[in-house]
Structure formats: C-alpha cells, structure tokens
C-alpha cells in the first residue's frame, strides 16, 4: 500500500440518467485534477427519483452505467467505485439489485457487492421509504478487494453504516480502507451521518470514504451532503458541505500504521 489522493464525489442526482452521468463526468474530472487516484461516486449517482421509474428503467441504467464506469476508470486512469445503481434481478421484473460496483483503471470490475441492508423506515419528517418494495437485499456479506497499492478495500452502502458487524468483519477480513457510498435523508443525516461514520472508522481503525447525494432530488426527497473521508483515529480530513462538488484527502498507510500501534483494539477482540 501506497500513499495517495481519494476523492469522495457528492452528487444532486435526479430523475434522469443522461444528466446525472454528464454531472458524475465533471466531477470525476474535478477529481482527478486534484491528483485523485480512486474516486468514489455516491449511491444512486446514476438515477435518483420514484422507485416506479427506476425498476421501468432498470435494464437501461445497469447496462448504461456499467458502460460508463468502465469508460471512465480508462479515460482518466483511476480506479472508481460505482457506489450504487440498480441492476435488474433476473427472476423478477419488478425488483433490482442495489449494486456497488470498483473499476480498475483497465475498465475491469474488481469488485461488486448487492447492498443486504434495504432502507424500510418511517422518517420523523413525515417521509416514508420502502426500498425493500423494489429491491432485491443481497444475501452476501461484502468481500474484501487486496490491492498492493490502494489497501485492503471492503466495500458497503449506505444503510449499512448502522450495522457495525458488517464492518467488523470487513476488518476482520482485513480491510483498511472502508466505502459507505450515501443517498442519506437529510432528516436522519444531520443527526446520524457524520457520527455513525467516525464510529466505524474508530472501531476498525480504518479509513473511511463516504461519497454521498446532497439537496433536493423530487418533490419530497431530500439528502444530507456532506460527502467525507475521515481517518482511522475518527478524523474528518475532507467534507464537501452541502454542494455538489468533491472531497479529497490523502489516504496515507504511516498514519494508518501509527493509529493501529497507539489504538491496538483489534488485537484485542474476544469474540469474532
């Protein structure tokens, strides 16, 4: 593992994929002009609008992403992560996957994960979510991705943030630099969002990056911001605000040695 420059993308998504993805270009380039060697898109980057219109449209945003991704990890030489767009479930018509997708600079998929953790909740606002309605969870934990010069990445989505034991066994596994790509309610964000991810980096001494949507989307559906990249001692180092734009910070293996030497608390795990 090297040291090198990470961007965290925030992003105001809409209901139309063409927009979104010449936005997500921009700030992608914003990103590697900073010197950003992985970039990190936020959940739903590709579509964010009503769960009727993103199952309709399903097929032609995974096969339109996907191809998107790949072209842009080769145009600029990055590895990027797709932090979640829908991908249709083969056996039924009416849900798709909630897909995490990193990319190498070759266009190559090195890693892909199916958020398991569907966002079923009714939001004190008045705002009610039913993701499981059109989504199909995952049924496996997340892998961990060894790269000899990024780290060991494990890779998660959004609602997961507030299940720790998903991220203890990405740490378990060995994972040293974590993704929790957001679309957080701006409700439940202001109060939750920037503890819940220094939480996991503190318990796991491990770097975050936590791109994320931010703004008005449609009619109701509002998001947080404050796409970030917080270090292992808990550390916010970079916080885009609550604009689109791109946080970027350097993910440095000295300082992610010197935390693990001064807080050794996974050598001091009793259960696994």
Not at 55 to 77: C, G, P, S, V
Request: glycine content about 6%.
């Amino acid at each position: 593992m090297k040291s090198y420059l990470a961007a965290a993308i925030q992003m105001t998504s809409k209901p139309d994929l063409h927009k979104n993805l010449i936005e997500a270009e921009e700030l992608i380039e914003l990103a590697v002009r900073q010197g950003a060697e992985l970039v990190c898109l936020p959940e739903n980057f590709a579509f964010l609008g009503k769960e009727d219109d993103k199952i309709a449209q399903a097929a032609e945003i995974a096969q339109k992403t996907a191809k998107f991704l790949k072209t842009m990890a080769q145009r600029f030489q990055i590895n990027l992560l797709g932090g979640g767009y829908p991908v249709p479930v083969p056996e039924d018509s009416t849900k798709a996957y909630n897909t995490c997708v990193l990319v190498d600079p070759n266009g190559k998929e090195l890693a892909c994960y199916q958020k398991v953790h569907l966002f079923d909740v009714n939001v004190p606002d008045g705002n009610t979510y039913c993701e499981s309605s059109t989504v199909m969870a995952g049924e496996s934990l997340p892998g961990i991705y060894h790269s000899d010069t990024l780290g060991n990445l494990g890779l998660s989505i959004c609602y997961d943030v507030r299940f720790p034991e998903l991220y203890r066994h990405l740490s378990y596994k060995g994972a040293n630099v974590l993704f929790i790509p957001a679309a957080f309610t701006a409700y439940t964000g202001k109060d939750h969002w920037q503890i819940l991810l220094q939480a996991r980096a503190i318990e796991n001494t491990c770097y975050v990056i936590a791109p994320a949507q931010t703004g008005n989307h449609y009619e109701r559906r509002y998001t947080h911001g404050h796409a970030m990249i917080i270090d292992p001692w808990g550390t916010i180092i970079a916080d885009a605000g609550e604009k689109p734009g791109v946080a970027v910070a350097e993910i440095n293996p000295e300082r992610l040695l010197q935390v693990r030497q001064q807080m050794p608390s996974l050598q001091h795990r009793v259960f696994v």
